[in-house]
T-cell receptor, first 114, second 111 residues
Framework: DTGVSQDPRHKITKRGQNVTFRCDPI?????LYWYRQTLGQGPEFLTY????????KSRLLSDRFSAERPKGSFSTLEIQRTEQGDSAMYLC????????????FGDGTRLSIL | GDSVTQMEGPVTLSEEAFLTINCTYTATGYPSLFWYVQYPGEGLQLLLKATKADDKGSNKGFEATYRKETTSFHLEKGSVQVSDSAVYFC??????????FGTGTRLQVFP
């Protein structure tokens, strides 16, 4: 079991730049989730996929955010025109789609906006 | 909407002390309940879960019971170790299976 893998671990960029993060889920998992965690808070749901279909997006996901999972395997999360408030840890999780299957989390990508 | 409230930390204990971290929830349906743990420098790990009322989840000496009447899922351990020092998150999953987390409780255990 190789676990959920996220890349990069850290990203530092200037305000206004675009960034893209990648998540590789556990291979047999058909559900993939993105969360955002700020300091001192619990993770907040952003969006999730079942296979390649994006089934739900949070109000937190502004128009500057887009996520894809084109072949139902890895996923990317892109933030355009980054703002200071985007600084956070971005977490990816995956699970099987059967009832009550636990989500397995990656180590996250920490984004810092200068 | 659905939400989770957990006690603020840090919780500071001596080794072998009894641990309780309180968690209550608000949900319109019948959620599943979880405790996740985040050790320093590591990602979130599932600690235990319960999927229906009166279920007890347990793992590594930790326990939590799904109490529908009090909408609670308190985490307990009879004797904590220094290695239990971490941040603990209570969470629920709704009918779409996305997780809703509490703000986390930092546990510090001293020898």
């Amino acid at each position: 079991d190789t676990g959920v893998s996220q890349d990069p671990r850290h990203k530092i960029t200037k305000r206004g730049q675009n960034v893209t993060f990648r998540c590789d889920p556990i291979s047999e998992h058909n559900r993939l989730y993105w969360y955002r965690q700020t300091l001192g808070q619990g993770p907040e749901f952003l969006t999730y996929f079942q296979n390649e279909a994006q089934l739900e997006k949070s109000r937190l996901l502004s128009d500057r955010f887009s996520a894809e999972r084109p072949k139902g395997s890895f996923s990317t999360l892109e933030i355009q025109r980054t703002e200071q408030g985007d600084s956070a840890m971005y977490l990816c999780a995956s699970s099987l789609s059967s009832d009550n299957q636990p989500q397995h989390f990656g180590d996250g990508t920490r984004l810092s906006i200068l | 909407g659905d939400s989770v409230t957990q006690m603020e930390g840090p919780v500071t204990l001596s080794e072998e002390a009894f641990l309780t971290i309180n968690c209550t929830y608000t949900a319109t349906g019948y959620p599943s309940l979880f405790w996740y743990v985040q050790y320093p420098g590591e990602g979130l790990q599932l600690l235990l879960k319960a999927t229906k009322a009166d279920d007890k989840g347990s793992n590594k000496g930790f326990e939590a019971t799904y109490r529908k009447e009090t909408t609670s899922f308190h985490l307990e351990k009879g004797s904590v170790q220094v290695s239990d020092s971490a941040v603990y998150f209570c969470a629920l999953s709704d009918n779409t299976d996305k997780l809703i987390f509490g703000t986390g409780t930092r546990l510090q255990v001293f020898p």
